[in-house]
């Protein structure tokens, strides 16, 4: 079946403009994650939607950065009043919920790479 | 808070040799492990999940070991071959959590 997707693939964006970065998790996953990897840096825990329960946005960097989840599908990550230091690779992930027994193991989209100038 | 470092940050090994990676982390208390690779310009790919129960998972030329109560992992590669040149990552999810710890990577070179 289908992967997880992302879109756009690549944004370029003016310091001080707002963008939006698109997730489309796999069909039937109820939880979703969002990560941002920038350059020589690990990844890092962004925001976890599970169903229908509040996000956790404990690793969002700051009050520009906010996530929105329709239901258990589409996802939307905006960044307002965008920085240089934003300049990243954005990436969502999928997965079963973990507590109905399931592994928790999650499946990343191929990632926005956004770049601020 | 749970950190998870990654040795060594790069290899580079001749085609036909076994290797191991290794991934140690902080914290014991872990729900589950997981081995990434991601190649250049391309998102992750899942290899291997070990859950806090478990001690290793296997799939095709990939093992994976979890030594919980050292807090280590091991990634090993048997017989590597030019395709598994990529970046191979290490993830931890906290018991009570969800979201994973990544450690840095490390970056594999398998040369013909």
């Known amino acids: 079946g289908a992967g997880v997707s992302q879109s756009p693939s690549n944004k370029v964006t003016e310091k001080g403009k707002d963008v939006e970065l698109r997730c489309d998790p796999i069909?039937?996953?109820?939880?979703l994650y969002w990560y941002r990897q920038r350059l020589g840096q690990g990844l890092e825990f962004l925001i976890y939607?599970?169903?229908?329960?509040?996000?956790?946005k404990s690793g969002l960097p700051s009050d520009r950065f906010s996530a929105e989840r329709t239901g258990e599908s589409v996802s939307t990550l905006t960044i307002q009043r965008t920085q240089q230091e934003d300049s990243a690779v954005y990436l969502c992930a999928s997965s079963f919920k973990a507590s109905s027994g399931g592994t928790n193991e999650q499946f990343f989209g191929p990632g926005t790479r956004l770049t601020v100038l | 808070k749970q950190e998870v470092t990654q040795i060594p940050a790069a290899l580079s090994v001749p085609e036909g040799e076994n290797l191991v990676l290794n991934c140690s982390f902080t914290?014991?208390?872990?729900?589950?492990l997981q081995w990434f690779r991601q190649d250049p310009g391309k998102g992750l790919t899942s290899l291997l999940l070990?859950?806090?129960?478990?001690r290793e998972q296997t799939s095709g030329r990939l093992n994976a070991s979890l030594d919980k109560s050292s807090g280590r992992s091991t990634l090993y590669i048997a017989a590597s071959q030019p395709g598994d040149s990529a970046t191979y990552l290490c993830?931890?999810?906290?018991?009570?959590?969800?979201?994973?710890?990544f450690g840095k990577g490390t970056k594999l070179s398998v040369i013909p």
């Open positions: 069909s039937g996953h109820t939880a």
């Open positions: 939607f599970q169903g229908n329960s509040a996000p956790d």
């Open positions: 070990i859950q806090s129960s478990q």
């Open positions: 993830a931890v999810t906290g018991a009570g959590s969800y979201q994973l710890t």
């Open positions: 914290d014991s208390a872990i729900y589950n």
